[in-house]
């Protein structure tokens, strides 16, 4: 069995503590790594290490920061099978996925804002005859990076990249349900030379070392990707503390989809966007709102593709589906079937755990489910499953599937499916989400704004949007 380790200093680290915790396989069931166990001694350790490395990173010319991280990008793809297996194997995921998607993406971001780290610059404002005012963007300090479960390097790296962009340290927690290609992240960016200190990754528990993380009065900032429950527990230990939070949260996204919309495009977009990753993707849609006269039509064909998904062992290619996460979420998302049930939902399809005979007949398999028949009022429609569970709906006219699409406490994204360019722009301006999609999903531009509104979170990320976060301006006004 596989013993992950802390990488603090530029070191392989175990726990001082010594304990450590069962890392699952979710196809199988069964335990096949274990990771530290940290506490906040651990996480003091990767503090005074980041302290230290700070100076020199931060004062290191951008194009020798950018070189290196640009090492750490074709490291990462250069492991890409290795990477995807590994993460297959942690999350449950579709090893084609976590090729196409996932290790891609972790190799992205550091190429992405290795180069944007050559464009930070400063800006001058003059007042002739007067004075010079000059606005310099400092790094921060040492920030702390937590991530979830759900897209496990490709999350980590959204946040650690960007920071060591900015020429901030870095002490960072990947979800401890996925702890083991951070571990290896770790084992790269020594390869690459990235400097001891600048990235140190403690594994543990949220209210361990996550809640350690927060609470340390040497961190300056925190950007965190998680649930909201959690996200407003971060906020409780910070905002006394007046330090800089970014909070990307929960979602509960509608897919719109109209009469005029390219009917086939329109069913395999929402195919995928409900049930991409067994549907825990912050961004999958869970509720769609379908316009009254294609309402069956459309239900049906939907109903005949998702019946034709593959779910099965993530190894294998054809697999659409893979296991999800843990016990624990597969437990979850079957109450919320049951209260579906309970709620008045008709199951369409799905509905059940699913046994995959074979290697994997003890895994978490869940078919991707299709309800119908709930009010928009009730717990399914208003509260984050994170699963392949999906609640259709009609509707009469865009005043009502606004109505409808607007009628939770989430904001992260949404969709919409029309051929007509005026209502597509109606319907994104009065949209509460801070990322709408027309005729397509999950096309991402780095270069965007990322971010929920209302209980998704606070603060957005992406672009220059999250080397912003990661700085803090500081104007010089000379007189002349
Ligand atoms: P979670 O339970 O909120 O955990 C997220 C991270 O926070 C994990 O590393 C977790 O550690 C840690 N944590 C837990 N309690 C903490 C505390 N008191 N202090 C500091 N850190 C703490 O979320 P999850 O179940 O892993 O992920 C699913 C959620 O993430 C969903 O709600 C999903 O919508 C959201 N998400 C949002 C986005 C976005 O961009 N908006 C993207 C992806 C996912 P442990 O793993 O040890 O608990």
Known sequence: MEILTNY??????????????????????????????????????AYQAARRAFPAWSQMPAAQRSDIMLRVAALIDNHLDELAAAESRDNGKPVGLARRMDIPRGAANFSYYATAALHIHDEAFGLPGQALSYTTHKPLGVVGCISPWNLPLYLFTWKIAPALAAGCTV??????????????????????????????????????????IVEHPGIKAISFTGGSAT???????????????????????PALVFADADFHAAVEGVVRSSFTNQGQICLCSSRLYIERPIYDQFRDALVAQVDALKVGDPNDLSSNLGAVVSQ???????????????????????????????????????????????????????????????????????????????????????????????????????????????????????????????QSGIGREGGTEAIRFFTEPKTICISE
């Open 171 to 212: 002490v960072a927690k990947p979800s401890e349900i996925t702890p083991y290609t951070a571990w290896r992240l770790g084992q790269l960016c020594a390869e690459a030379g990235l400097p001891p200190g600048v990235l140190n990754i403690v594994h543990g528990l949220g209210p361990e070392v996550g809640q350690a």
């Open 8 to 45: 603090i200093d530029g070191q392989q680290a175990s726990p001082l503590g010594g304990a450590y915790i069962d890392v699952f396989e979710p196809a199988t069931g069964q335990v096949y790594a274990q990771a530290p166990r940290s506490q906040a001694d651990d996480v003091e350790a």
């Open 231 to 253: 996200g407003r527990v971060l906020a409780q230990t910070a905002a006394p503390m007046l330090k800089k939070l970014s909070l990307e949260l929960g979602g509960k996204n």
């Open 328 to 454: 624990a979420h597969f437990d979850k998302i079957l109450s919320y079937i049951q209260l579906a049930q309970h709620e008045g939902a008709n199951v369409l399809c799905g509905g059940q755990a699913l046994q995959i005979p074979g290697r994997c007949a003890n895994g978490w398999f869940v078919a991707p489910t299709l309800l119908e028949g709930l009010p928009i009022g009730c717990r399914t429609n208003q509260e984050e499953i994170f699963g392949p569970v999906v609640s259709l709906q009609p509707f009469d006219n865009e005043e009502e599937a606004l109505a409808l699409a607007n009628g939770v406490d989430y904001g992260l994204s949404a969709t919409v499916w029309t051929d007509n360019l005026r209502r597509a722009h109606r319907m994104a301006q009065a949209l509460e989400a801070g990322l709408v999609w027309v005729n397509t999903w999950l096309l991402r531009d780095l270069r965007t704004p990322f971010g929920g509104m209302k």
